[in-house]
């Protein structure tokens, strides 16, 4: 996937490329388990994923081969909870995401600090 752009508080912030791309969906060197962003730790009563408003209005469910890559592209505050692999779909389709954004990473200036505080990003 080449770099793209999400649009925060009315402006366009640049987003770098991902390092994997959709194509690897479907090849066996998929990891076993990816990271998405949450707004909040996991609790008892379920989880909420983190989505992302990309410059053409779509909305993105981030998504991270690894813990590591997903401190890199969202910073250590970033909450998260990880998921099989096989369910990479299913959760597109639960959080009603228009795309997957593969291992992005967010400037610092719209990176989620803790919980979300409800400001649109």
């Not at 649009?7 to 076993?32: F, H, S």
């Not at 730790?41 to 379920?46: H, T, W």
């Not at 813990?67 to 990479?88: H, I």
């Amino acid at each position: 996937m080449e770099a793209g752009n999400i649009r925060d508080q009315g402006r366009t912030v640049e987003v770098a490329p991902a390092v994997l791309g959709p194509e690897m969906i479907e090849a066996d060197d998929l990891p076993d388990t990816l990271h998405t962003p949450t707004a909040a730790p996991m609790r008892d009563d379920g989880v909420t994923f983190v989505l992302r408003t990309l410059d053409n209005g779509s909305r993105a469910l981030l998504v991270f081969s690894s813990l590591e890559n997903l401190v890199r592209g969202c910073g250590d505050d970033q909450p998260w909870t990880a998921f099989r692999s096989q369910a990479v779909h299913e959760f597109q389709h639960l959080a009603e995401a228009d795309t997957v954004l593969w291992d992005p990473v967010l400037a610092p200036e719209i990176r989620q600090y803790g919980e979300y505080d409800g400001e649109e990003r």
